[in-house]
């Protein structure tokens, strides 16, 4: 069974940091791009940041120089860091890993609170 695990949400001021970590189990991530999407009230889920299996990163353009995403496969997590953060970075954010390699499959976290309050 595939369970993918997100922690380190929480409520910080404006300006502030936050990490937040994700860990899947019941597959192989490196065989995954692993990335983070957030989902603010009433606006679709966006993707924030990915990584790909070979390391290769993409930020959305409203996070790039504030946030990093990194993994590690051994220990089968991908992490988010956030700095500079802002009220409009608040949301929830999801954990993603997609395969691939082959067809496509998408396993999804619960998500976790991020709030920055100004």
């Known amino acids: 069974q595939v369970q993918v695990v997100e922690s380190g949400g929480g409520l910080v001021q404006a300006g502030g940091s936050l990490r937040l970590s994700c860990v899947a189990s019941?597959?192989?991530?490196?065989?995954?791009?692993m990335g983070w999407y957030r989902q603010a009230p009433g606006k679709q889920r966006e993707l924030v940041a990915h990584?790909?299996?070979?390391?290769?990163?993409n930020y959305t353009d409203i996070v790039k120089g504030r946030f990093t995403i990194s993994r590690d496969n051994i220990a089968s997590a991908v992490r988010l860091r956030m700095d500079s953060l802002k009220p409009e970075d608040t949301a929830v954010y999801y954990c993603?890993?997609?395969?691939?390699?082959?067809?496509?499959?998408?396993?999804w976290g619960q998500g976790t609170q991020v709030t920055v309050s100004s």
């Open positions: 019941g597959i192989v991530v490196d065989y995954y791009t």
């Open positions: 990584i790909t299996n070979f390391g290769d990163t």
């Open positions: 993603n890993a997609r395969r691939a390699i082959g067809l496509p499959i998408d396993y």
